[in-house]
T-cell receptor
Framework: AQSVAQPEDQVNVAEGNPLTVKCTYS??????LFWYVQYPNRGLQFLLK??????LVKGSYGFEAEFNKSQTSFHLKKPSALVSDSALYFC????????????FGAGTTVTVRA | KAGVTQTPRYLIKTRGQQVTLSCSPI?????VSWYQQTPGQGLQFLFE???????NKGNFPGRFSGRQFSNSRSEMNVSTLELGDSALYLC??????????FGPGTRLTVL
């Protein structure tokens, strides 16, 4: 079985400040980890992924995430948040060994105030 | 490349009816997955197809079914609609064992 936990329903930050969205996962095989963002009435937009290689992954729009195997975490970060980053963020995991489905966290609503 | 397209974008049905949703994947992608998004349950996996074969299925009743055609386009069908089937249905496509890219979704409302 695989699962994802996003412990914060909401994250509020001021524009220009660092943004962190937390994610922990559980998977029996090799973790394939993803971050997606969703704007109102839209589908999910891919931000970044970790499959193998460097633990620090850089993605779209200045976002990055760090894979930590010992803590089973994959936190999303952005050094300087923009008002336009306000959206719903989802962390997802796949068991890369033997599965094809994504399991999503409940989502974290990010609000960046001007 | 054009993104994943889903039709229709919005749909209103009544209880007991059936509905068919369509998904056209990104050109060259052979894997297509379907997800249901609701405020209460979040994002839940429905099923995944690759080369016309269902490889994985989520925990949904048999009223939910799908198929994939030889051109990788996919359809999902829900029969005997219930109020609880109201949701945003998302289709995603991807290369084998790689990132899934999502379409805009079909918003289904069951009255």
């Amino acid at each position: 079985a695989q699962s994802v936990a996003q412990p914060e329903d909401q994250v509020n930050v001021a524009e220009g400040n660092p943004l962190t969205v937390k994610c922990t996962y559980s998977v029996s095989g090799n973790p394939y980890l993803f971050w997606y963002v969703q704007y109102p009435n839209r589908g999910l937009q891919f931000l970044l992924k970790y499959i193998t290689g460097d633990n620090l992954v850089k993605g779209s729009y200045g976002f990055e995430a760090e894979f930590n195997k010992s803590q089973t975490s994959f936190h999303l970060k952005k050094p300087s948040a923009l008002v336009s980053d306000s959206a719903l963020y989802f962390c997802a995991v796949r068991d890369g060994t033997n599965d094809y489905k994504l399991s999503f966290g409940a989502g974290t609503t990010v609000t960046v105030r001007a | 490349k054009a993104g994943v397209t889903q039709t229709p974008r919005y749909l209103i049905k009544t209880r007991g009816q059936q509905v068919t949703l369509s998904c056209s994947p990104i050109s060259g992608h052979r894997s297509v997955s379907w997800y249901q998004q609701t405020p209460g349950q979040g994002l839940q996996f429905l099923f995944e197809y690759f080369s016309e074969t269902q490889r994985n299925k989520g925990n949904f009743p048999g009223r939910f079914s799908g198929r994939q055609f030889s051109n990788s386009r996919s359809e999902m069908n829900v029969s005997t609609l219930e109020l609880g089937d109201s949701a945003l249905y998302l289709c995603a496509s991807g290369p084998l064992d790689d990132t899934q890219y999502f379409g805009p979704g079909t918003r289904l409302t069951v009255l």
